[in-house]
């Protein structure tokens, strides 16, 4: 790989993704709002492009001909049903503009960054062959990630566009501003209503990046490939989170359903201060959820290594909320 673009640069994965393209000598062409923050890239040679994933015209200005992979990491991860409008403009417009744009300037291979979320929720271990269950969801973020994950297997199939679709799990690390940071500063303040009785698999943002790349090359077209961590209660991983932050942690989690109405209870205070929720409906779904996920594809197919403890990029993301004054 000689040439990238990439949408979604500026965020949590897009970051991690720009770097280690940039260590491995590819050149980069990256999409990004005007009102971006760029600060964890400066200094990186990355060739900007100012422009919306929402806006086409944009997409085809920014994106080279003939570049060698067309990452596409751009998702609004919103869990907050006032702002489903954005994010189905974001997962479901920008995914097509994406497709489309990818296909008219000849890449020659497109890289989707999905979800777990797009499976849904199951009880059984889920691999690449469940069901996927996202659009069933309360959680408009589940839908779209089912829903534009179909556009992109629908092109494969139609239009013959070499795509291949990343699931990642929990993604923990840093520069993260909107994921478990969020949960990080809560617990360092003993701000954090309960502690959730869910499970989750909670992945280095450094592995799943590299994951991607290795993927651009070697992952097989029209195929799926889950990203699955570190597997832990939330008891256990908000345990993980106060031996960074130095705050004693609950030892049982709270009932799912008195989350579930704070949840509630949450949002109809948020319709009368207009600042979104720490706690939604949606949220409660991903941290009530039993998550049992398998990425053994990914890790034959791949090289993917989903043995590295939570605890790792855990300080990773606390010394870069340290730095950056996130607390």
């Not at 779209?144 to 070499?162: C, G, P, W, Y």
């Not at 030892?251 to 948020?270: D, F, H, N, R, T």
Request: charged residues 20%; glycine residues 8%.
């Amino acid at each position: 790989m000689k040439t990238a673009f990439i949408t979604g640069a500026t965020g949590f994965l897009g970051t991690n993704i720009v770097r280690q393209l940039i260590d491995a000598g590819v050149t980069i062409h990256a999409l990004k709002r005007s009102t971006s923050n760029t600060a964890a890239l400066d200094g990186l040679d990355v060739q900007w492009h100012n422009g919306d994933v929402t806006n086409k015209a944009d997409l085809s200005d920014a994106c080279p001909e003939g570049v060698d992979v067309f990452f596409h990491a751009a998702a609004d991860t919103s869990m907050w049903k006032r702002k489903n409008t954005h994010q189905n403009q974001v997962n479901l417009v920008g995914t097509d503009n994406a497709i489309n744009v990818a296909l008219e300037k000849g890449a020659k291979r497109f890289v989707h960054t999905s979800s777990i979320a797009a499976y849904g929720v199951h009880e059984d271990l889920i691999t690449e062959e469940t069901l996927q269950l996202g659009e069933l969801s309360i959680s408009n973020y589940y839908r779209t990630k089912h829903q534009s994950e179909r556009k992109v297997k629908d092109a494969v199939i139609h239009k013959d566009l070499n795509a291949v679709i990343l699931n990642p799990c929990h993604l923990v690390g840093a520069p993260d501003f909107h994921n478990w940071s969020q949960m990080m500063y809560m617990v360092k303040h003993n701000k954090l209503p309960g502690v959730p009785p869910g499970f989750g698999s909670f992945c280095d943002i450094k592995e799943v990046a590299r994951a991607h790349i290795v993927a651009a090359e070697k992952g097989r077209k029209g195929e799926n490939y889950i990203l699955s961590g570190h597997d832990l209660s939330f008891v256990d991983f908000i345990a993980e989170i106060g031996k960074v932050v130095g705050q004693h942690t609950a030892q049982k989690p709270m009932p799912e359903m008195l989350l579930k109405v704070v949840g509630q209870l949450s949002v109809l205070w948020a319709n009368v201060t207009g600042k979104e929720p720490s706690v939604t409906p949606e949220k409660a779904l991903i941290v009530c959820d039993k998550l049992k996920v398998s990425s053994a594809k990914a890790q034959q197919e791949l090289g993917y290594n989903n043995t590295i403890p939570v605890s790792e990029p855990l300080k990773s993301c606390y010394q870069w909320m340290m730095e950056t004054k996130q607390f």
